[in-house]
């Protein structure tokens, strides 16, 4: 498997050219995941783990309206958030504290936020497209190893267009457990290496991390204290979103044999 993450989407190259990068050849990847712990990808694999039935993501406004509306009420959620605040008019946030059983469950999630579903935009094209937070990373990483995808984009979601250092330690997450399983015969860019270090630097420490990041701030900041502790809990939700048709993520089967 080679590895290669992205700090932005920016970075992320036009999916329809070839490209060099770093020595290894790089065509359109097999597999892109998209990251953004606080709180996106966080939340949505809450939410599938919840039995929402789908979440179905928009960068625009306008057509997240139009297109949700053709879904019956009775099953379907809109949840947005600008700035980490909740949207006027809609029935979520993007907190993964909202997401219980009781309140999603059977739901289509209508879903736009600031960064992470413009990542996720950015690598629409790609044919198995994942998300991954800090607690579905052993998901990711049994379905990545069960799926042996060549090429593998990590793309995380960032803040405005800026580095952040919650989504590039998850990135570092997933490539150390994958290098682990794989004997460290995993091929990798400089920037997973650099992610890895972050990751083995900080593993005890997550929640203090998500503290000290930009957006962990502004999250304390609006009182969100306890999203910061639960986006921190690694290994702990056993789902991986997977997108099935563009824009559309559902939980992936997860009864896989590794080879
Ligand atoms: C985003 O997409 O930027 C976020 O997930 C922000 C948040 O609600 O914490």
Known sequence: MEIFVYHTPDQVPD??????????????????????????????????????????????????????????TERRLLAGERGGIKLEGFDLGNSPAECTPTRVSGKRLFMSTTNGTRALERVRCVP??????????????????????????????????????????????????????????????????????LFERWQTRLPQLLRYAHHGRNLAALGCETDLDYCAQIDSVDIVPLQVEPGVLKAASLNLSTT
């Not at 606080?38 to 309206?65: N, P, W, Y």
């Not at 405005?160 to 399983?181: K, M, P, Q, R, Y």
Request: hydrophobic residues 50%.
């Open 128 to 197: 198995i497209l994942l998300t991954a937070a800090l607690t579905n990373r052993a998901a990711v990483v049994r379905y990545l190893l069960a799926q042996q995808p060549h090429t593998v984009w990590i793309v995380a979601a960032g803040w405005h267009g800026s580095f952040s250092l919650e989504d590039t330690i998850c990135a570092g997450a997933i490539a150390c457990a994958l290098n682990a399983a794989q004997d460290n015969d995993c091929a990798g860019d400089d920037e997973s290496i650099a992610a890895m270090a």
């Open 15 to 72: 999916t329809h050219s070839a490209a060099r990068k770093g020595g290894l050849s790089l065509e359109p990847p097999d597999c892109a995941i998209v990251i953004d712990v606080l709180r996106a990808t966080t939340t949505m694999a809450t939410a599938l783990e919840s039995g929402a039935e789908a979440i179905q993501v928009f960068d625009d406004l306008d057509a997240l309206f139009r297109i949700s509306q053709r879904w019956p």
